[in-house]
């Protein structure tokens, strides 16, 4: 006859275990996907990213998302295939240490990397951005490995196509897509976005505020915080 420890054990073996590959397995298909087309140096992205995605991942919302950044934007592509970035070649530089970090590293640690980095850009410092490795913590090496070795080019070059064939095409960065639907000027309203799309079963905290609407962004508002193609 078998104790009562092992009846214990058959009981979470073949009750619990699968009931909990079950419900996490519902969770990862609730996840709301959020995706921001970008540029290193338009200055409303780097507000965008330091001041308001980060929410992301200082609340509960990061629960629910499954965040995704493309470092391309309005860069375009010259007819002997170099790279025209809309604020120079700096831009083209940080675009693709960031595409980088992005392949090397989680979304938790890449991000700190790139919100370092468009930090220093909001205070006019971007040449320093090697400057965010030691703050970070993080190695240069891997990203140096990447830049170096012509994985970032092809890393971009993949952005560079997978942003022009956006359906709606982009008219400007930060271009943040929900669920595949662009929130258009209306993008610093995110979250809102996010809480309206999860259907999943316990809301997060950063879901039950009153303040959250969508369309905030009215007709009169002639002045949108973006970088235009």
């Known amino acids: 006859m078998a104790s ?30 959020l995706s921001l087309y970008y540029e290193s140096l338009c200055p409303y992205c780097a507000d965008f990213i330091v001041n308001q995605l980060v929410k992301v991942l200082q609340t509960d919302l990061g629960s629910i998302v499954n ?3 493309v ?7 010259a007819p002997n295939t170099s790279w025209i970035c809309q604020h120079g070649t700096d831009e083209c530089q940080l675009n693709t240490v960031e595409a980088c970090a992005i392949k090397v590293w989680s979304n938790l640690t890449h991000f700190k990397l790139i919100s370092c980095i468009e930090q220093l850009h909001l205070q006019n410092k971007h040449s320093s951005w090697q400057s965010c490795f030691g703050s970070t913590g993080l ?8 830049y170096n070795n012509g994985l970032g080019y092809q890393l971009e070059t993949a952005y560079a196509d997978e942003t022009t064939k956006l359906k709606p095409a982009h008219r400007f960065v930060p271009w ?13 309203n995110f979250i809102a976005y996010v809480c309206k799309a999860y259907k999943g079963r316990t809301k ?11 369309n905030k962004i ?5 002045n949108p915080r973006v970088c235009f193609r």
């Open 67 to 69: 965040l995704r950044l």
């Open 204 to 214: 997060p905290q950063a879901c039950k505020t009153k303040s959250l609407k969508i």
């Open 71 to 77: 470092p391309w934007g309005n860069t375009q592509i």
């Open 4 to 33: 009562h420890n092992q009846i214990s054990r058959i009981i979470i073996t073949f009750v619990l275990i699968p009931l909990l590959t079950f419900q996490c397995h519902v969770c990862s298909q609730d996840k709301v996907n």
């Open 139 to 146: 190695s240069l090496n891997p990203i140096e490995n990447c």
């Open 218 to 222: 009215s007709a009169q508002d002639t």
């Open 176 to 188: 943040v897509l929900v669920n595949n639907q662009p929130l258009q000027e209306d993008y610093q």
